[in-house]
């Protein structure tokens, strides 16, 4: 692992950050190593993140007092919060796909996966995975995000999201039910024929890390998020 390509990981989070609020009309600001939402964070997603390991608590706590509060993403895991009434929501680990890096495509009779194309797809979609109000039909005409849907039959059982952040794809809200196993490597074929030759870049709560680096991806390094804690 480098620190470019931690810091090739964290910069695709930042820039799926802009691009997601941007469709919902709430501007975005980068200063001093920390993004900020200037609005309302979106649901599931944090109001300040850091781009920087070397981001000092007192400018986090700053920024938080003006954005009204809400979590932090401590995308370098270099943060300590408690002693401002925080405590960890999540501990995750950023991971990377090298281009290089051969996949073994095990193709399944039973699942099928194809991009979500309409608003109603979409809806369902977002109910499944408990994403109400963040994917806006707006991003199915954005080429920069692909919705991809997992389905046996016609029942939906997984899902994952492809966002083009330049340097690399990003990959996100990676889901599916507990009937199913995910065929991640699939993702990544999708991920692949998009934007042959790019990083893929995400990051994973440690009990679904496995799932990520049983397919090739190295883990880069502790990706958390912390949320105040209740009075």
Known sequence: MSSDQ?????????????????????????????????????????????????????????????????????????????????????????????????????PSRYLRWAPISTSDELAVWSRAHDYADVLVPGILEQPRFTVLGCYAGAELVGGAVLHDAGSAMGLSNVWWTERRGLQLHEVVEHARRQRPGRAICGYASSDQATVWTDVGFVPLGPHRVWTREAD
């Open 6 to 106: 931690l810091a090739q990981a964290v910069d695709t989070s930042r820039a799926w950050y802009t691009d997601i609020h941007a469709l919902h009309g709430i501007p975005t600001l980068e200063r001093d190593g920390l993004w900020r939402a200037l609005g309302p964070a979106l649901p599931w997603h944090s109001a300040v993140k850091t781009l920087r390991p070397d981001v000092d608590v007192a400018a986090v706590m700053a920024v938080l007092s003006d954005a009204a509060g809400g979590t932090v993403a401590d995308s370098y895991g270099s943060l300590d919060l408690c002693g401002h009434g925080y405590s960890v929501l999540l501990e995750a680990q950023w991971l990377r796909l090298a281009p290089e890096t051969a996949v073994q495509t095990r």
